[in-house]
């Protein structure tokens, strides 16, 4: 498949009612919804060659502004040397600022302190495990987006598929 192009969008027409419509019009309408849909026209983020559906990516650091995963793919076991940003799965994303009756300050991307609103007590909680420099994780192309934008406002499409099972649990004292 190819990403959509202006000639795609030119090719697309109005029909009109009664009009008839040949099997190849219709093909090459199709062909060109689906080029969309399937949002394989690349993101700015990264090359045109990682719209896959899912990829491998080593750890570099958080952006403790934005709360996104900087990380670089895997080719062959060799990092690129492009940062790529990944967001965090939804309830590890720092913008996560009330549920369930419990309130979240976040100290850092990492680490945050837990208020619950009924009795106002309190637990600092970290990510276990922590996204160390150098771990492995796998993201996967959002095709709508992640929700999330990078510090130069552009929407983030790769989400981290979570397979090494963090979540926030209780710091230890």
Known sequence: ????????????KDWKEGEGV???AL?????????MWTGVDGSRQVGPDA???SARFEFQSVDED???LVCRRLDDDAADT?????????LLRKTLTERDGITYEYT???ERVATRTSDSSTETQVIVPRYVEGDELYASRV?????????????????????DARTWARKAT
């Open 51 to 53: 719209s896959g559906i």
């Open 66 to 68: 934005t709360g996104l």
């Open 82 to 90: 492009v940062d790529v940003h990944i967001a965090p799965p939804y």
């Open 22 to 24: 040949s099997a190849a």
């Open 27 to 35: 093909n090459q309408t199709n062909r060109a919804l689906e080029r």
């Open 1 to 12: 498949m190819v990403a959509p192009t202006d000639h795609d969008a030119a090719r697309l």
């Open 108 to 110: 850092t991307a990492q």
């Open 143 to 163: 095709i709508r987006g992640t929700g999330m934008t990078d510090a130069d406002d552009l929407p983030v499409v790769w989400l981290d598929d979570n397979r």
